[in-house]
């Protein structure tokens, strides 16, 4: 009897007692997906009415708890990080992809539910949104929210789903006319996380002709962020012109900065609906967009607002160092050895003495970037008046404030200038009583020096370090226009700003080869009459903006022979003429040039002191860099919940 009662004891601590594995813990949706069991906690799903603020518009009324995620009460799922997206994803998203995205997720987190049974969301609605909208959440370096895998929270055609978005898309095909596509821009002013979201976004839209990067960072550590576009971006091709608009140089002229942010998205909408125009242009060119190289300044200058803002706050860097003086005085070091036979007019070398004074971050980057592509041509785009200015800014008599001052290139720059004022809604017209009627007389455009005269600027930095030609874009009298004048300006410019990038296709083009077929780098291209001197770019390749007409090239390179060719250039001619040089070897003989100049004193010496080395460094703790959480994260992390790691990349 005591051995009987004795076993049965055991028996029942055996079957009653914790004497097991530990519980496993069911990640979310798992239990209803059948993947594990949760008896601890497992309840009878049961239908009851949806409850859900920011999904209340859904097109049923009742949904079921526990949801297929594991939340098992409507206040557990409303505390959760996944409504929590919910609520904020059209602002974090700046509207795209509004409301496809919360009508798809409230379809997971309060699945509709009929004669007690859960109905899931369609697999091939969540499959088309990804593919639509997957761009946007790698635009603000988010990751795809884990209850939208299609694969595991959505059900097929033959188990039976509902499209969450059918009546939706219903009143879209009403509201639209699928006959004609536009491209929609919202016409606001956009601050510097936005503006970076933008840019980000619609190059993670059109990846494959756009591309975004970094040129370096301002004084106070926001991004230089540049937009490219281009056939195959990242890299430059054979024979394919590169084209650069600068905006937002002084901090509080903001007009060319949010033109160029809706060029960005006008030249990937357009390329992505088949406009021709754009395409072609994107297909054959290389363009790069700073929308702000001075980020900084545009903070100081936004937070007072166009009503507020005065002529000059913001206009310079967080270093009040005005960027468009600060550039290597080039044009002085020409002036003074301009009469010496073998002194070279273009290339011209940066001066040590340069790198004592204050050279700021922004300028530094903006010259590594110049140097590092091979640019043909280039706006600045600025405000305060209503004109183009061209190069030379600084006057050739140093006591002259307003001398006319042209460049070797003084006809080929008028033209270029020409090309964005003629195109302008009023900039060229001779309407004494507009913004800008001082050069009613000169259509709209002006050599810079002769307007009024300063050194270090960027134009002129171009013109005699590379092989890139610059002009000078003042976009109107007010250089903080009201948000209602936003959309007004860009009709005003936008042709003028396409047909800019299209000029870059003018003059000649051509490759420099040797006798074995292999481009030659750094090869020569004189034009007799103008003394300034295009270099070859990698590969061999260069470009030569020329007018119509006659013209000598000689193209020469190191070691090789001198070639010449004449080329004429008829007046109707809307691409580049292709001339190729083939070069033979022939021995060296002693350079003259190095009898005069410094070897040391060359194009490739740049920052020789190692001035901005500090801006390259990586932020590193423990050998490891440390990754800094994105701007979103402060949605979640100040909100008391469980902060959503699920939705932060290579976690």
Known sequence: MHLGYGIYVLFHLLTHSCWCAPQQTCQPGDVLLGRCRNDVFEEKPTCTALNLGYCNDM?????????????????????GA?????????????????PEIRLVGCSVLASPCKDNKMIKPCRSTCEALRKDCFHAFEAIEMAWPYFLDCDRFFASDQEGCFDPLVRLKARQELAFSPEEPTTIIQ?????????????????????????????????????LLAIEFSNNPGHHELLEPEIKLVGNMHGNEVLGRQLLIYLAQYLCSEYIL???????????????ILASMNPDGYELAASEGHL?????NGRTNAQNIDLNRNFPDLTSILYRNRRSRHYRTDHIPIPDAYWFGKVAPETHAVMKWIRSLPFVQSASLHGGELVVSYPFDFSRHLHEERMFSPTPDE???????????????????????????????????????????FAGGMSDFNYLHTNCLEVTVELGCEKFPSEAELYPEWKRNKEALLSFLESVHRGIKGV????????????????????KDVTTAEDGDYWRLLNPGTHILTATAKGYSRVSKRVHLPQNMN????????????????????????????WDRFDPYNQFERYGEQDVEGGIERQEKPWWWSYFSQSGISPPHWLLRNV
């Open 59 to 79: 097109e049923y009324s009742r949904t079921m708890f526990p949801n297929i995620l594991g939340h098992r009460s409507h206040s557990e799922a409303e505390s």
């Open 82 to 98: 996944e409504y929590l997206l919910l609520s904020v994803i059209h602002g974090l998203l700046q509207g795209e992809c509004s």
């Open 575 to 602: 691409r580049a003429g292709r001339v190729d040089f083939v070069l033979e070897k022939v021995p060296v003989d002693p350079d003259f040039g190095h009898h005069f100049f410094p070897t040391l004193d060359t």
């Open 274 to 288: 088949g406009n021709h125009r754009i395409q072609t242009l994107i297909n054959t060119t290389r363009i790069h």
């Open 308 to 312: 507020l803002n005065s002529w000059t």
């Open 187 to 223: 016409f606001t002013y956009t601050s510097n996380t936005q503006m970076y979201s933008l840019l980000k976004r619609t190059a993670a839209k059109c990846s494959h002709v756009s591309n975004v990067y970094s040129i370096g960072r301002s004084t106070e550590g926001r991004d």
């Open 512 to 531: 420099v080869k040797d006798t074995g077929g292999n481009g030659i780098k750094g090869a020569t291209i004189s034009v007799r009459g103008i003394r």
């Open 411 to 453: 006809q080929v720059f008028k033209q270029l200038a020409r090309t964005y004022a003629d195109a302008h809604a009023t900039m060229s017209n001779n309407d004494t009583e507009r913004c800008g009627a001082s050069f009613y007389r000169n259509r709209g455009i002006i050599n810079g020096a002769l307007w009024y005269s």
